[in-house]
Antibody, heavy 123, light 109 residues
């Protein structure tokens, strides 16, 4: 069974950092690009970042560029999101999602999604 | 405000046909495929339609997608109570990012 389990969320003060992890199982991670998508409470979906199977191509939403860093360790079946200089507007449920394609870009073929990990930025 | 524009709500009665629109521009919908996701409260989104009109295995053929120019639509025929959910359109943007619509809450009356 394909599974994506996100963790690392929590309550953090503005300006601080947090690192999210997404551990996958049931498939070969290096066959797929991966993404982070967030959803603020009661709001819609917002793509955050994506990374190709070999980490050669990476992209970020303008709202997080320069503050967030996506990475992956295929040997550990893991995807990461390092979030620095957090703002109150970063408060959201963060989903990791598998791309059906191996290369990043050109498609929004996210299937499946993990259950999400909640990040709350507040003083 | 999302770059891809969807109506915030839609509704229909059981058995009806409902459509949800998604409007974008030449840099996203106009030049790329459109995708649709279904999300029930408290759960992760699920891929519903890919490449404008393709259904993943397991998605009933009551769900269909179409695209014309810079707009796309999701149609649900034979509406059922279990279709009540949030629906999001998505497309890649030529600026190297993925875009989601603001979402449409579908109510089955």
């Amino acid at each position: 069974e394909v599974q994506l389990v996100a963790s690392g969320g929590g309550l953090v003060q503005p300006g601080r950092s947090l690192r999210l992890s997404c551990v996958v199982s049931g498939f070969t991670l290096d066959d797929h690009a991966m993404h982070w998508v967030r959803q603020a409470p009661g709001k819609g979906l917002e793509w955050v970042s994506g990374i190709s199977w070999n980490s050669a191509t990476i992209g970020y939403a303008d709202s997080v560029k320069g503050r967030f860093t996506i990475s992956r360790d295929n040997a550990k079946n893991s995807l990461y999101l390092q979030m620095n200089a957090l703002r109150t507007e970063d408060t959201a449920l963060y989903y990791c999602a598998r791309d059906r394609l191996s290369n990043y870009g050109g498609a929004v073929l996210f299937d499946p999604w993990g259950q999400g990990t909640l990040v709350t930025v507040s003083s | 405000q999302s770059v891809l524009t969807q109506p915030p709500s839609a509704s229909g009665t059981p058995g009806q046909r409902v459509t949800i629109s998604c409007s974008g521009s030449s840099s996203n919908i106009g030049g790329n495929y459109v995708y649709w996701y279904q999300q029930f409260p408290g759960t992760a989104p699920k891929l519903l339609i890919y490449r404008n009109n393709q259904r993943p295995s397991g998605v009933p053929d009551r769900f269909s997608g179409s695209k014309s120019g810079t707009s796309a639509s999701l149609a649900i025929s034979g509406l059922r109570s279990e279709d009540e959910a949030d629906y999001y359109c998505a497309a890649w943007d030529d600026g190297l990012s993925a875009l989601f619509g603001g979402g449409t809450k579908l109510t089955v009356l």
